[in-house]
T-cell receptor, first 115, second 112 residues
Framework: DAKTTQPTSMDCAEGRAANLPCNHS???????VYWYRQIHSQGPQYIIH???NNETNEMASLIITEDRKSSTLILPHATLRDTAVYYC????????????????FGQGTILTVHP | SAVISQKPSRDICQRGTSLTIQCQVD?????MFWYRQQPGQSLTLIAT?????????ESGFVIDKFPISRPNLTFSTLTVSNMSPEDSSIYLC?????????FGQGTRLTVV
């Protein structure tokens, strides 16, 4: 699976948008971009994923550049409960592949939302 | 979605002993994954557990230290054997359903 690069930490004011960048310059054509977050002492929580089109769900938006070498996770109105470590992961879920379902976690971005 | 229950949620164990962690899923899944998260670190995959076959271990992890059982499509166990303080970590199981990975809440293990 391709490796990702994320900033170590970011701050955001409550109510403002949090924009978390991720570089994945070696991503291959069949690899998706996934975002998970881990709130202290809990298991990782799925946020969103995408292949090449921008995606939006009830939690966040995912913007993927046209060359797919980077992406940005957007939390439109950050709250104090969004304080967590955010992981950007690229992988394929092609059935039968040796990497199927395996997530390779980097160090992630520690997002701190301030009042 | 999938709901994953792990037991125990936490334990304090004596060095040299073993602990078996259970993972129960509310859906039938082909593969289950076991991760370790050492203090202040990210998650690292230990092994992939397929029902009906031997688990596949990642580099740095061996079956003698982390034996895994997978008796059916909804259950798996991970045993941490002959524990030392370096095994103090959070251990998490994970499953994949419809291109989304779900995680249990983890087992926080402290070895003293």
């Amino acid at each position: 699976d391709a490796k990702t690069t994320q900033p170590t930490s970011m701050d955001c004011a409550e109510g403002r948008a949090a924009n978390l960048p991720c570089n994945h310059s070696t991503i291959s054509g069949n690899e998706y971009v996934y975002w998970y977050r881990q709130i202290h002492s809990q298991g990782p929580q799925y946020i969103i994923h995408g292949l090449k089109n921008n995606e939006t769900n009830e939690m966040a938006s995912l913007i993927i550049t046209e060359d797919r070498k980077s992406s940005t996770l957007i939390l439109p109105h950050a709250t104090l409960r969004d304080t967590a470590v955010y992981y950007c992961i690229v992988l394929t879920f092609n059935a039968g592949g040796t990497s199927y379902g395996k997530l390779t976690f980097g160090q992630g971005t520690i997002l701190t939302v301030h009042p | 979605s999938a709901v994953i229950s792990q037991k125990p949620s936490r334990d304090i164990c004596q060095r040299g002993t073993s602990l078996t962690i259970q993972c129960q899923v509310d859906s039938q899944v082909t593969m289950m994954f076991w991760y370790r998260q050492q203090p202040g670190q990210s998650l690292t995959l230990i092994a992939t557990a397929n029902q009906g076959s031997e688990a596949t271990y990642e580099s740095g992890f061996v079956i003698d230290k982390f034996p895994i059982s997978r008796p059916n499509l909804t259950f798996s166990t991970l045993t941490v054997s002959n524990m030392s303080p370096e095994d103090s970590s959070i251990y998490l199981c994970s499953v994949v359903l419809r291109a989304e990975a779900f995680f249990g809440q983890g087992t926080r293990l402290t070895v003293v």
